[in-house]
């Protein structure tokens, strides 16, 4: 099974409408973000949590709000969604045991289109 | 400013020629990482190799290598004897302190590799 995993893997929705991106891991992480890819751009860091009780934003966090239900799952919700956030999504966490500079690890991405 | 630079976005070679790709990073930071990540047709991230700032040292994997120079602030990617299944998106990404103390990641744009059988 992966270690991390986002549902749904892709989603069509409408101007407007309310949307959330899950994400779910079990490696034991205590640090997990959430990106956006778009074409030409790379991945931008929209959200990022060290912990249950420590959220911070991102460069790209307007538009965006987030969970973190447990250390194992970090939600991405689109209050109402607009066609510019039509963007693959990914999920990642790392383990600041690891060291201070470490390996994020990457969900397989959810693909969202806004109409 | 962009933190890192993959100058080349787009690449086609030939299947079994070795191919280079360029990045370039810029940070203040004295410690940080440097990343490489494949990125198939199918959409997912595959991590490739991991540098510190501290290990100048070249790296060989099989048909990978990297070519660290801090002089020049570069981290470049070769593969030689290219093969169809290279064609990716290939991302560098360099991760520092940053003003919280978080390690984000910061990514290149991409560059697209395309190899032609």
């Known amino acids: 099974d992966a270690d991390v995993t986002q549902t749904p893997r892709n989603r069509i929705t409408k101007t407007g409408k309310r949307i959330m991106l899950e994400c779910s891991q079990t490696?034991?992480?205590?640090?997990m973000y959430w990106y956006r890819q778009d074409p030409g751009l790379g991945l931008r860091l929209i959200y990022y949590?060290?912990?249950?009780?420590?959220?911070n934003k991102g460069e790209i966090s307007d538009g965006y709000s987030v969970s973190r239900q447990a250390q194992a799952k970090f939600s991405l919700s689109l209050e109402s969604a607009i066609p510019n956030q039509t963007a693959l999504y990914f999920c990642?966490?790392?383990?600041?045991?690891?060291?201070?500079?470490?390996?994020?690890?990457f969900g397989p991405g959810t693909r969202l289109t806004v109409l | 400013a962009q933190k890192v630079t993959q100058a080349q976005t787009e690449i086609s070679v030939v299947e079994k020629e070795d191919v280079t790709l360029d990045c370039v990073y810029e940070?203040?930071?004295?410690?940080?990482?440097l990343f490489w990540y494949k990125q198939p047709p199918s959409g997912e991230l595959v991590f490739l190799i991991r540098?510190?700032?501290?290990?100048?040292q070249n790296e060989i994997s099989g048909r990978y290598s990297w070519n660290f120079q801090k002089s020049t602030s570069s981290f470049n990617f070769t593969i030689t004897a290219s093969q169809v299944v290279d064609s990716a998106v290939y991302f560098c990404?360099?991760?520092?302190?940053?003003?919280?103390?978080?390690?984000?990641?910061?990514f290149g744009t991409g560059t697209r590799l395309t190899v032609i059988p």
């Open positions: 949590s060290f912990d249950v009780k420590d959220i």
């Open positions: 990404a360099l991760s520092e302190r940053g003003r919280a103390g978080a390690n984000n990641l910061f």
């Open positions: 940070t203040r930071d004295t410690t940080y990482y």
């Open positions: 540098r510190n700032s501290f290990d100048e």
């Open positions: 490696k034991g992480h205590d640090r």
């Open positions: 990642a966490t790392s383990d600041p045991g690891l060291g201070a500079y470490n390996e994020q690890f």
